[in-house]
């Protein structure tokens, strides 16, 4: 392992600037500027390309490299978050295997040093050497089994070892050295020249000799700061890392519904404002006993409140969410202030497309047979016609006090209630609350969309066009912070501009690198909740994730009431996928569930659709958002997510983190269990399992196959089903 502290600043401009990296202890460099290559890269390792005084660049390896490889494939986080492509052919090392000057290779240390899935321990001879320097998982076990050794000889009336008991902190000092000296006089008596204070191979029998404990997932203490390092290098653009924020995980609709009444209750006055983004708005019903969002937000405007909405105008189709995104508009505009605009700007909006599209209306009206043809001429502009604006998001302004809100829910009665029976009704889905410097980059969202349509112009200004981003908060209330804090919001987008745009209104594509640097990066396990499960890049990272990591954890909506077109059939090619290029003892670590309100067969009554689109990684990281496990939300809907982690974590806490308690939640709400049982996220995924699943629990697994062969009814109509499948993905699934 390379001793950073004694190594930087000898590694030219790549090494200095990843220094502020390596403040977590569990990140390492793996391969220095101008050093030589002598092992293998692994698939999610970081390249960071610094060249002196040019602009530093991020990529992600996505396969394992050769030892002193010339090439390697990547992915270009900047690219894509600026939307363009981001399969990239980066240069490495030279022909005498020294990488490029301008290039550092960091990794998580854990995924270096100990495999924390493995059956059984690995022998001593492959166990790392560790010495004054040295720091991680390595270093924690050798502190602990010191200390163990300690107390056993104590107890038996002998001399204990010098130094001890140790703290674990993973850091191999002065003290653990003394440590490591004393027990060696008295595992070798006789052999001073053992006595180096070096833990090797014949140190690390001798520990494990007098030892039995068997380490763990526990030996890594949490350490949510360490995803700073990860996702500071994809904060490019209008994608921003913020620390100092107070942030609620909101469950399901009726929470969300009264903290968004109660924040919107609260403006007043001429400076205060309430700015609406809405895939689909039904505004008029009862949240509980108390009124209704309408009648909150015209009370708002009748106290001098500006009140801003865009909602999504779905072109060409005539639904109930279209006639009542017409009827909030209409009657937002017609209040005191009030502003609001249909946006139908969505991917592939030109006047051409819109052209091509009515005549083909008109021909097929007048001959149903000239579809085929016209299909075939109006294919690329099809697409336009499944663009949406996907985001969710809420700003208020009240007082001095800026909120904001992203996630799944829309204002929507069939999150509080069965509006639609045998849907799954009232649905799961999450949601957050942001107050503090990313509540501003929620706002940024609204203000971008709104300065990109033409519409805006006629209404003049908006009143948060300018507000300054709020003051970080050093000791959020726990009313504002239920989960702890303070925490750093990385606010991620995807968007797409059709027509020339001013500033601030740029492509984004910062949602997707993101996760998967997250999935690369992850080092116990990973929960997800989706509502689709689609995209097949996602599918591969989680294969090269899986070896590594304890579990997988995936909850979805079950098939029958799931409602995208082909959604099986892409579903059962993301799981079969995993299933086909996984061994069986690392496919047994996926598990793919969804809600039921019985055990014996997936029954989907009441609150069992998923429409949730969340990920929390090993308790440290949790992203809640807009964006959907597929090709649409990734690079063509309009969508928004905030990664959340930690600021400053302080070493030995052992209060749950952020992640974990929102982890906690949602398990606690899924298996009906309490919160004791499903405080360790490792260990209580036994519990989604169904040789350990509880009574009270309201999931099942979810079998992705589908019949096949020719030989009967059922697989003949999947092979059709399978084929319209194939040709649809890009309309069904675009990508731009």
């Not at 000898?10 to 990843?18: E, K, L, P, S, W």
């Not at 991020?58 to 992915?75: D, M, N, Q, Y």
């Not at 990920?615 to 949790?622: G, K, T």
Request: neutral net charge; glycine residues 10%.
């Amino acid at each position: 392992m390379t001793d950073t502290r004694s190594t930087f600043g000898t590694g030219g401009v790549a090494a200095a600037t990843i220094h502020d990296h390596l403040a977590d202890p569990f990140m390492h460099v793996v391969a220095w500027p101008g050093r030589r290559v002598d092992r293998p890269l692994l698939g999610g390792d970081v390249v960071v390309r610094q060249p002196l005084g040019g602009i530093r660049r991020s990529f992600i390896l996505t396969a394992p490299v050769e030892a002193g490889a010339r090439e390697a494939e990547a992915i270009d986080v900047e690219a894509l978050a600026a939307g363009r492509p981001g399969s990239v052919s980066i240069g490495l090392c030279g022909p005498d295997r020294l990488l490029h000057r301008d290039l550092t290779v960091i990794r998580p240390l854990g995924e270096a040093e100990l495999d924390f899935a493995a059956e059984t321990l690995p022998p001593p001879t492959a166990r790392p050497t560790i010495r004054t320097g040295s720091r991680g998982p390595a270093v924690i076990d050798a502190q602990q089994r010191l200390n163990e050794v300690h107390a056993d000889r104590r107890a038996r009336g002998e001399s204990g070892i010098a130094d001890c008991p140790l703290a674990t902190d993973g850091i191999f000092g002065a003290h653990t050295r003394a440590a490591t000296v004393s027990f060696q006089r008295v595992a070798f008596p006789g052999q001073p020249s053992e006595r180096d204070g070096i833990i090797g191979p014949r140190t690390w029998t001798a520990l494990l000799a007098r030892t039995g404990r068997r380490p763990g997932p526990s030996v890594r203490q949490l350490n949510p700061s360490r995803w700073d390092a990860i996702l500071r290098p994809l904060a490019t653009g209008r994608t921003v890392l913020r620390a100092g924020n107070a942030v609620a995980a909101l469950i399901d609709g009726n929470a969300t519904f009264n903290a968004m009444a109660a924040d919107m209750g609260a403006t007043s006055g001429e400076r205060d404002f309430i700015y609406l983004l809405g895939w689909d708005n039904f505004d008029t019903f009862a949240l509980g006993a108390a009124s209704s969002f309408r009648d909150i937000y015209t009370a708002a405007a009748g106290r001098g409140v500006e009140v801003a909405a865009m909602l999504w105008d779905q072109f060409g189709i005539v639904t109930a969410a279209d006639r009542s995104a017409t009827e909030v508009v209409n009657h937002v505009n017609a209040l005191r202030g009030g502003k609001a605009i249909k946006d139908d700007l969505t991917t592939n909006h030109t006047t051409a497309s819109t052209v091509r599209l009515a005549i083909a209306a008109a021909l097929a009206g007048l001959n149903h047979r000239l579809i085929p043809v016209i299909f075939r001429i109006i294919e690329p502009d099809i697409a336009r016609l499944t663009g949406s604006h996907h985001q969710k998001v809420l700003v208020v302004k009240r007082g001095e006090v800026l909120v904001g809100y992203c996630g799944g829910i829309d204002m929507n009665p069939n999150r509080v209630r069965v509006v639609d029976a045998d849907a799954g009704q009232p649905h799961h889905d999450t949601h957050c609350r942001i107050i503090g410097p990313s509540a501003h980059d929620l706002l940024s969202t609204f203000v971008s969309r709104w300065r990109h349509h033409p519409g805006s112009s006629r209404f003049g200004g908006l009143r948060g066009d300018g507000v300054p981003v709020p003051a970080a908060i050093a000791s959020p209330s726990p009313t504002d912070a239920p989960f702890g804090g303070p925490l750093s919001v990385m606010i991620a987008r995807t968007f797409n501009p059709v027509h020339p745009a001013p500033p601030l209104v740029v492509a984004e594509r910062g949602i997707k690198p993101a996760l998967l640097a997250a999935i690369a990066n992850a080092r116990r396990f990973i929960y997800c909740e989706d509502q689709y499960l689609l995209d097949l890049d996602t599918a591969t990272a989680l294969i090269a994730a899986v070896p590594r990591l304890e579990h997988v954890t995936i909850l979805i909506p079950g098939n029958p009431i799931t409602d995208v077109p082909f959604g099986k059939e892409y579903r059962r090619d993301f799981v079969g996928m995993i299933d086909a290029l996984l061994p069986g003892a690392n496919r047994a670590k996926l598990g793919v569930f969804q809600l039921t309100t019985s055990q014996s067969a997936p029954t989907f009554g009441d609150h069992t659709y998923v429409h949730s689109k969340s990920w929390v990684f090993d308790d440290e990281l949790a992203v809640i958002g807009t964006a959907n496990c597929n090709r649409r939300s990734y690079t063509f809907d309009s969508e928004v997510d905030a990664f959340i982690f930690e600021d400053n974590r302080r070493e030995g806490d052992t209060r749950p983190t952020f992640a974990q308690r929102y982890r906690m939640a949602l398990w606690q709400h899924h298996l009906g269990v309490g919160a004791s049982a499903v405080t360790n996220g490792v260990a209580s995924a036994r519990l989604w399992r169904a040789a350990a699943r509880p009574a009270s629990a309201r999931v099942i697994e979810f079998d992705h196959r589908l019949p096949t062969g020719f030989t009967s009814i059922a697989g003949l109509r999947q092979a059709v089903m399978n084929r319209g499948a194939d040709r649809l993905r890009d309309i069904v699934d675009p990508v731009t």
